[in-house]
């Protein structure tokens, strides 16, 4: 005959353990969601960066136009100012250029080269300057010496002069490059003055990092230096990161903007908002401000977004301002 205890035990021992939230219910739950959700600047902010993000990269289905169409163009249609205007088209909502290309499509697409550009340009600044900054702060010695000398030097140039000089020598050395070249000539000359930030950055919280319980824990059981710095240090250093890279975004686009005003940019066959800026304000003194104020309408909303995500994403990332 079984017991009240025994079948008490049975019942308790068939009772399997409730299951662990997965890593999305455990973001919804966080304080990182919660401060999101309460915030109006980060959901503004986040709502007007991601309507400019879908309106670029789906500018094929989402424009009324291609302005990059020869066929579609018409002449007799250029110059046309935005349609509340005496002499504008609801056609053209935001009017058109000295070609007959429609301003918002044009938009559109100028946006998607400026995002593209600054987000590799981005991507490239944080893998060369956190695996540097990773390095540094982990072995010390020489290798953080001369790594940081090496940021210093970089410091002491203005970014914008080397991304106007690498830009010049790439253009003048491949003067017939296809676009794709001269796009990667543009992300290298942004990317490389960019990844100093980075690699300070991830060295001071790694000098941190690596004389934690966790970090001599690993030596002692003889885990390898590498597999210390991957799976141990660096998710504990990317917190900074994350916030860096949000407000370099902008950063990248505006440096873009301002190489392709100066001539040094894309290609005019591949216009970004920089380009169609250059090109607006030689038609400035004819008239026809929609093609200098809407470009740079554009490029401030793309930049001021990201910079307000990335204010409220140094916030909510901060311990101390929970």
């Not at 966080?30 to 999101?36: K, P, Q, T």
């Not at 980075?198 to 001599?216: D, F, I, N, P, W």
């Not at 990335?310 to 901060?318: F, I, K, T």
């Amino acid at each position: 005959m079984t017991s009240p205890a025994d079948t008490a035990g049975a019942a308790g021992a068939s009772e399997a353990p409730p299951p662990a939230p997965g890593a999305v219910a455990r973001f919804f739950d966080g304080d990182v969601w919660y401060s999101f959700r309460t915030s109006p600047v980060a959901i503004g902010a986040a709502s007007v960066a991601l309507v400019c993000i879908v309106c670029a990269f789906f500018a094929g289905w989402i424009a009324p136009h291609n302005p990059f169409d020869l066929a579609t163009l018409e002449l007799s249609d250029s110059m046309l100012p935005p349609a509340w205007m005496q002499g504008g088209t609801t056609k053209y909502l935001l009017g058109t250029d000295e070609q007959g290309r429609d301003v918002l499509s044009a938009l559109m697409y100028g946006a998607r080269i400026s995002l593209l550009i600054g987000g590799a340009s981005v991507i490239a600044s944080v893998l060369i300057g956190v695996s540097l900054g990773l390095l540094s702060g982990y072995v010390g010695g020489r290798t953080d010496a001369f790594i940081m000398r090496v940021c210093d030097v970089m410091l002491s140039f203005p970014s914008i002069l080397i991304a106007l000089l690498i830009a010049g020598v790439g253009h003048a050395m491949f003067p017939d490059a296809h676009d794709t070249l001269a796009f990667g000539v543009l992300i290298i000359a942004i990317a490389l003055p960019g990844w100093v930030q980075y690699a300070r950055t991830v060295r001071g919280s790694t000098l941190v990092e690596r004389h934690k319980e966790y970090v001599q824990a690993a030596r002692v059981i003889g885990v390898a230096p590498l597999r210390i710095m991957l799976r141990h240090v660096l998710p504990n250093v990317l917190g900074p990161v994350l916030v860096l890279a949000t407000i370099h975004v902008a950063l990248a686009i505006q440096t873009e903007a301002t190489l392709s005003f100066l001539g040094v940019g894309v290609s005019p066959t591949s216009p970004s908002l920089g380009t169609f800026i250059n090109e607006g304000n030689k038609q400035l003194f004819s008239g026809a401000w929609w093609l200098v104020i809407f470009p740079g309408a554009m490029l401030l909303l793309i930049s001021l977004s990201m910079n307000l995500f990335g204010d409220w994403l140094r916030d909510a990332l901060n311990p101390r301002l929970r």
